[in-house]
């Protein structure tokens, strides 16, 4: 069974930056992040593969997400700068047993416990 422990979330104010990490038990095919704040679906935010580096789904995002790994260490982080309002949330890494990256919750076997991400002044 993979495990999948994310780390780096806390609060950060508005226009920061904040880098959260992602340890998987494992070697991984496809990693990616997703996020869900209360009252919302979640949603994919960036994608990590071998055939789709740094895809990144969350159109709210585009252009503030960096999505890297580290095979070494079977490690992804998510660089996430000028952090917004609206982007608080928790933040789950999720693998598939596929080398092909998906934006669909249905897709991932494996899930984190998620970490908190707060954006506030």
């Known amino acids: 069974q993979l495990q999948l422990v994310e780390s780096g979330g806390g609060l950060v104010q508005p226009g920061g930056s904040l880098g959260l990490s992602c340890a998987a038990s494992?070697?991984?095919?496809?990693i990616a992040w997703f996020r869900q704040a209360p009252g919302k679906a979640r949603e994919g935010v960036s994608c990590?593969?071998?055939?789709?580096?740094?895809?990144n789904y969350a159109d709210s995002m585009k252009g503030r997400v960096t999505i890297s790994r580290d095979n070494a260490k079977n490690t992804v982080y998510l660089q996430m700068n000028s952090l917004k309002p609206d982007d608080p949330a928790i933040y789950y890494c999720?693998?598939?047993?596929?080398?092909?990256?998906?934006?669909?919750?249905?897709?991932?076997?494996?899930w984190g416990q998620g970490t908190q991400v707060t954006v506030s002044s």
């Open positions: 999720a693998a598939r047993p596929d080398y092909r990256c998906s934006s669909s919750v249905s897709d991932y076997l494996y």
């Open positions: 494992g070697f991984t095919l496809a």
């Open positions: 990590f593969s071998r055939t789709a580096v740094g895809t």
